[in-house]
């Protein structure tokens, strides 16, 4: 599984189906944890306590009890309940990787996370819990005390009891068989879940960056002359490679451009210059967390693993140290395309290379577009206070039993806190840009830049005097998370023959 099949999935474009050679080694994994109980083998999970209780062995008569207990025990989450499509993905990634045969869970209760998706009767988790080590034992447990008939869920649009749910739907709750609890809460799904989500929003930030920057670059009249291949060649970084191209791609018949390709300008600033290296920078980055995390996607991250009635491995796959790392360093990546993308909107106002200053003719009784910069700044600030790694830090718990932790899952909370804040950084921008270059007309950029200039107009009109930008930043805000900008410059690339994204196949989503 890719995370674009992931994402197509969760969002509705066809659902996953269990394949018969799937429940064959499903049922035989089922079948191994019988055996084990039946031989009074001693095995964490099976017929032991959990975390700290390991040592303390547990009666073959209690076994499902033990793992009814365990998801009442470790549902302690908080917070805010995390979005319907993290709900849905960890579904998706917890019945892949159970899917896989080495967890000892049996195919009903497969077949119960099935429906739990096709239904769309979505479990409420909380946000805040877990440690990202042994799992992430909160919100799983969370995730799926509906199996059992308990916690809540979010059906036809509706929070209510699961029990009101069964009264609806006809089901009942599920009694869980030996371990089948356990291998439920041991994994890294809410992580993971978080990471395929990330990946892909930033995906299109990204590609909405290199956009909005070229704009603001014609805005401001600067040179192509930096994006050259040639330059690049020289240090060649892919992600810096790839924006470079995109850049010469969207700039491609620019009568702007032309029109003071003679100036005295000598250089731009940084944040018109510097793109292919900043945003090439955070493209690695993207890359390296996309690649790791289509890794854990197709992973066994429960514990005990199975290989046969006598051959059990208590083992550390649960451990969420592999994305908490790349999810930090995302972080960083993130941010820094705000942060670079504040200082073009700084420019963009400043009153320099032509342009009014606030880009608005009748400022004094106006204050143009002055304050929305403000709010770009605001949020600029608060993503660099969550660009402390979590994953720098570690608590013991369990009483010493689980010494090292991962805190992979505030990673990746805070990686959407940052992509959140981005998405306005970049809209303050984009209405900053596509302003400005009216102040340009009679002339006109390349063909596919006039294209999402149109279509960004359609969205926010020219604003020739004050009003309440907030609704501006919001309509572009989902213009942007949309995918909108994008598919614009996509069409207008295809009917101009142009490839915008070259021979970087690699950090297509």
């Excluded at 064959?24 to 031989?39: C, G, H, R, T, Y």
């Excluded at 499902?64 to 302690?76: A, G, P, R, Y």
């Excluded at 009694?175 to 395929?196: M, S």
């Excluded at 990686?415 to 596509?434: G, K, T």
Aim: charged residues 20%; hydrophobic residues 40%; negative net charge.
């Amino acid at each position: 599984m890719s995370v674009a099949d992931a994402i197509r999935m969760v969002r509705g474009a066809g659902m996953p189906v269990v394949s018969d050679k799937a429940r064959e080694k499903i049922q035989v994994s089922s079948n191994w944890v019988q055996q084990i109980l039946d031989s009074n083998r001693t095995v964490y999970g099976i017929n032991t306590g959990f975390g700290i209780l390991a040592h303390t062995a547990i009666d073959a008569e209690d076994a499902e009890i033990l793992q009814h207990k365990i998801l009442q025990s470790h549902s302690v989450g908080v917070g805010e309940p995390v979005s319907s499509e993290i709900v849905r993905l960890m579904l998706l990634t917890k019945l892949h990787s159970l899917a896989y045969g080495h967890s000892g869970i049996r195919p009903q209760t497969l077949d119960r996370i099935l429906w739990h998706l096709n239904e769309d009767a979505l479990p409420v988790v909380p946000e805040k819990g877990s440690v990202g080590a042994s799992g992430d034992l909160a919100p799983l447990s969370h995730l799926f005390l509906p199996l059992i008939g308990m916690g809540e869920v979010i059906w036809k649009g509706k929070r209510m009891p699961t029990n009101a749910l069964f009264q609806q739907t006809g089901m009942e709750a599920l009694i869980l068989g030996p371990k089948e609890g356990l291998a439920l809460i041991n994994g890294t799904q809410f992580i993971l879940a978080h990471a395929v989500s990330a990946v892909s929003r930033f995906h299109i930030i990204l590609q909405s960056a290199d956009l909005i920057g070229a704009l603001s670059l014609e805005t401001l009249q600067g040179t192509n002359a930096p994006f050259d291949e040639r330059l690049h060649q020289l240090r060649p970084f892919n992600g810096s490679m790839l924006v470079a191209h995109r850049l010469r791609m969207l700039l491609m018949n620019s009568a702007n451009l032309k029109s003071h390709a003679n100036c005295n300008r000598v250089q731009d600033p940084y944040s018109i210059r510097c793109m292919p290296q900043v945003h090439g920078a955070s493209r690695n980055a993207w890359l390296h967390l996309k690649q790791l995390t289509e890794v854990e996607l197709n992973s066994i991250t429960d514990n005990p693993i199975l290989f046969g009635a006598d051959d059990t491995i208590s083992g550390g796959n649960f451990h969420g140290q592999p994305l908490a790392l790349p999810l930090d360093y995302a972080c960083l990546a993130a941010a820094e395309i705000g942060n670079i993308s504040d200082r073009r909107s700084y420019l963009l106002i400043e009153g320099k290379f032509g342009l009014p200053t606030l880009l608005m003719e009748n400022v004094g009784l106006n204050s143009g577009l002055m304050i929305p910069q403000y709010t770009s700044a605001a949020l600029v600030t608060e993503n660099k206070t969550l660009c402390f790694p979590a994953s720098a830090d570690s608590i013991p718990t369990s009483l010493g039993q689980e010494d090292h932790v991962s805190m992979g899952s505030i990673s990746g909370r805070k990686l959407h806190q940052i992509l959140d804040n981005l998405e306005y950084i970049l809209a303050v921008e984009l209405l900053s840009a596509v302003q400005g270059f009216e102040f340009r007309r009679p002339l006109k950029n390349s063909p596919i830049l006039e294209a999402v200039i149109d279509s960004v107009q359609q969205v926010v009109p020219f604003a020739k005097e004050d009003r309440i930008f907030s609704i501006d930043l919001e309509k572009l805000r989902t213009y942007l998370r949309e995918g909108t900008l994008v598919q614009v410059s996509e069409e207008a690339a295809t009917s101009e023959k142009i490839n915008l994204n070259g021979e970087f196949t690699a950090f297509s989503l």
